[in-house]
């Protein structure tokens, strides 16, 4: 199922006008401890913070089918990097781009929520996620010793890429790290509030026994994707079954 094609192409076009970029390559094996279940990064253990909520902070996951789309474990950095930031509260934006396979109208959602539980299971010791939610936005803490040791955005792109290629489905990884500036995150969460909205749309769709599609917010959005009309009709084929 191909639901961000366009996003994809905006977020490559964004990357190119952009300056202060930096590129690693994913590495397979990470040599950093884990944190045991312990990752409390206290204030005055703070190294660097990224996206909190005086920030400017936007997340965004996109998947497709098209190989072409997704640079396996290319991660690119435009701004300043971790150990460079030291005491430091930055702006962070954050894109994980994922080619998969096997998609459909009955399971993209699910897998969908596999793949995006993946950034609060990661395990990194002196790094933290505070908060992540619907809206967007994306809010961790990087302890004083972590950047000390020479944590990095290559090192949790790397053991972020590890961790979504267990998943059978998946079979490459990308990501976009923004810390450049309040305005680069802003226009890089105008790029990619479709996504976020095409999400709602899914979870709202499915999960809500009584749906008045006329009335709804996403309207715009069912109407405008064939794939979500295709899901939308899986659905309601569901509840008919089941009511007899």
Not at 61 to 68: F, Q
Not at 91 to 98: A, N, T
Not at 178 to 207: P, Q, Y
Not at 228 to 241: E, G, T
Request: hydrophobic share 35%.
């Amino acid at each position: 199922m191909e639901l961000f094609e366009k996003t994809f192409d905006e977020i490559k076009n964004y990357v190119v006008q952009r300056s202060s970029i930096s590129r690693f390559a994913s590495a397979s094996v990470i040599d950093w401890p884990k944190g045991e279940g312990r990752n409390v990064v206290l204030a005055d253990e703070v190294g660097v913070e990224l996206g909190n909520p005086q920030m400017a902070s936007t997340s965004a996951l996109l998947w497709t089918e098209n190989p072409d789309l997704v640079s396996d474990g290319k991660i690119t950095l435009i701004g300043p990097d971790m150990p460079s930031s030291k005491g430091q509260n930055l702006p962070f934006g954050k894109v994980v781009l994922v080619c998969v396979e096997g998609f459909n109208e009955e399971n993209t959602y699910e897998r969908y929520k596999e793949i995006e539980a993946i950034r609060y299971s990661i395990d990194l010791k002196g790094y933290m996620m505070r908060t992540a939610s619907q809206y967007q936005r994306e809010w961790s803490r990087v302890s004083k010793d972590a950047l000390q040791n020479g944590f990095s955005f290559e090192i949790l792109g790397s053991a972020l890429r590890n961790e979504y290629l267990k998943k059978d489905f998946v079979k490459s990884v990308e990501f976009l790290f923004v810390t450049s500036s309040t305005e680069d995150v802003h226009e890089l969460k105008e790029i990619t509030k479709n996504v976020s909205r095409t999400i709602n749309a899914m979870d709202k769709m499915l999960n809500e026994i009584e749906s008045d599609c006329d009335q709804c917010e996403y309207n715009d959005v069912c109407d405008e994707v064939n794939e979500l009309k295709k899901m939308r009709n899986v659905r309601d084929k569901k509840r008919i079954n089941a009511n007899g």
